[in-house]
């Protein structure tokens, strides 16, 4: 779910880009896509409000159109993942499809961007409601961050998902952060 606190924290600090890829709508109800900071953080907070339904397909793609050409441009000096789990297939708190091989290429992602900018990464575990595939995700994150291919045969599968407006969404997310970022 959207990590309001953070966003809270960091809202008008133009020193911190914070960017939450969460289901929308859910629980705490703050992470709209038009969320975007304020005062001289304004465009400093990047939201990317994913439909239910929403799997690896769909946060890789998030990721590259998005997050990834924001992170370029923001140059960070550092970069600290909040890799919150409940975004699970097998979690019952969201209705999202992530895998731990979706797992695996978010965090493989983040830390091939930290090592080709030659920044520090600091990942924390967050979220994640289900303690049957928490040991899981945390080895397919960590196997991400170094780099090496986990074994992930005892994942739940993704469901097929009909049509969750993800295209819609993408262009809805990349309208109003074009406002800031070249996306």
Excluded: C
């Amino acid at each position: 779910h959207h990590g309001n606190g953070i966003q809270d924290i960091h809202f008008e600090d133009p020193s911190v880009l914070y960017v939450s890829l969460h289901q929308w709508p859910l629980y705490p109800g703050t992470g709209s896509v038009d969320e975007v900071g304020a005062g001289e953080g304004k465009g400093f907070n990047v939201n990317l409000p994913m439909p239910p339904g929403s799997g690896d397909r769909e946060y890789g793609e998030a990721f590259d159109a998005v997050v990834e050409p924001i992170l370029e441009q923001f140059d960070p000096q550092l970069l600290i993942v909040s890799a919150g789990q409940d975004g699970h297939v097998a979690d019952q708190l969201a209705s999202q499809n992530l895998t731990a091989a979706g797992y695996h290429a978010l965090a493989k992602a983040a830390a091939d961007f930290a090592a080709r900018k030659g920044i520090g990464l600091v990942a924390l575990h967050e979220g994640g409601y289900n303690p049957n595939t928490l040991p899981l995700l945390d080895h397919a994150i960590y196997a991400g961050l170094g780099d090496f291919t986990p074994d992930l045969s005892g994942d739940t599968p993704a469901p097929e998902v009909g049509d969750n407006d993800w295209p819609e969404r993408l262009g809805q997310i990349r309208r109003v952060q074009s406002a800031y970022w070249q996306v």
